[in-house]
């Protein structure tokens, strides 16, 4: 398997806190408005429960996840979290060749290295604020293919495209017989995600499958579950065969199931992400950082100085933030990106306020080192 483990363990690929001194982590795009509480309650009631085996089947949670989305049991699969199933679906596949786009979520080509799987990509234009263009894209799925990866919205862009369009590329996979993931992890966490997500189409593509994840959505990220939504029960069938049987925990079906009883919860999150974005991109940009356009509950933004100052190496603003006990995601290591690119996630007021704060002290303090 490849695996860039060193970027990881570095802190830099993002959530790192344990070998790091942070107060306070941007690393990562969870819900501003943390856990929600009936989440927390029914995690401490259910903790006597959790000395036994999970279900396997993840049978009450899959219920209940039919339900919210309207689609059938059968069309449904649990994991330990979104990564794991994207590693399933590629084990199941075993494609030969694949289209990504760069950049993009680096888990799906790490998934399809360790299977041997050529890779081509679809670059992605900065100076369009990294939004894909859909004519081009769909003209790029060729019968060549096996499958076609697309984030949608796309981390660490924060670029989102509406259904209909998605549709095309869907539409595109399906007529080239291609399969088609589309990653929604971060869709419900838009202002409107029902002009987004692609859910309520499952029958009408098969060869579509959804990744979704309770993780970012409901800030549970060291919980572990994410699902799948796919019409053809076959696909379903042979990612199960892919899996090992026990790897949702007792917690974690519990938290799903006690999560999706919380739409307010969700509206008052976006109303939240909504308003801090553009106070958060206003700060940032105050800076002279260039900020892209984002629809999500993360910000991509660009320091120039580090890339272009002899004196700054990879990484720079990074290790300034880390030593202030903060944690910024280093994009460098994405395909498509480089050097000066970093990821904060949108959150409270008083986090952003801290963010900004701890920022102009390191633009302050460089100003005056380099001044004669």
């Known amino acids: 398997m ?27 795009n969870l819900n501003p408005l943390g856990m929600p509480r009936e989440v927390r309650e029914a995690l401490l009631y259910s903790i006597d429960g959790w000395g036994r085996y999970p279900d396997p089947r993840c049978e009450k949670l899959k219920e209940a996840l039919a339900v919210h989305h309207k689609v059938n049991v059968s069309q449904l699969i649990c994991g330990n979290g979104a990564a794991d199933l994207i590693f399933q679906a590629v084990q199941a596949l075993k494609p030969k060749k694949a289209l990504l786009l760069a950049p993009t979520f680096s888990e799906y080509e790490k998934a399809l290295q360790a299977m041997g799987t050529v890779c081509s990509f679809f670059s992605l234009s900065e100076k369009k604020d990294f939004s894909p263009d859909m004519d081009q894209l769909c003209h790029a799925v060729t019968e060549d293919l096996d499958l076609v990866f697309f984030c949608n919205p796309n981390n660490p862009t924060g670029s989102v ?13 399906g007529e080239k ?121 993360y910000l991509l933004f660009y320091n120039r100085a580090e890339a272009c100052h002899s004196d700054f190496s990879a990484g720079h603003l990074w290790e300034m933030c880390r030593k202030r006990g903060i944690l910024l995601r280093d994009c460098s290591d994405f395909r498509g990106l480089g050097i000066g690119f970093y990821r904060v ?23 005056k080192e380099s001044m004669p």
């Open 2 to 28: 490849v695996w860039n483990r060193e970027a990881i363990y570095s802190g830099r690929h993002g959530g790192d806190i344990y070998r790091n001194q942070i107060c306070h982590d941007y690393s990562v």
């Open 345 to 367: 996630c949108v959150g409270r007021r008083e986090e952003n306020r801290l963010l900004l704060d701890i920022l102009g002290n390191i633009a302050g303090d460089e100003k």
């Open 161 to 173: 495209v509406e259904r209909k369009q998605v549709e095309r590329l869907a539409r595109a996979c």
């Open 177 to 297: 017989g291609v399969r088609f993931i589309l990653d929604e992890c971060f869709c419900d966490l838009l202002e409107q995600p029902e002009r987004v997500s692609m859910v309520p189409l499952t029958d009408k593509y098969p060869g579509m499958f959804i990744l979704r994840a309770f993780t970012k959505t409901y800030a549970m990220a060291g919980l572990r579950l994410g699902y799948g939504v796919c019409s053809d029960e076959e696909f379903i069938s042979r990612m199960e065969q892919a899996r090992q049987p026990w790897s949702v925990s007792v917690p974690a079906q519990v938290a799903g199931e006690a999560a999706l009883n919380g739409e307010e919860y969700l509206q008052q999150a976006r109303s939240l992400i909504a308003g801090e974005r553009i106070f958060l991109r206003a700060g940032l940009e105050c800076f002279g950082y260039k900020v892209y356009d984002s629809a999500a509950n």
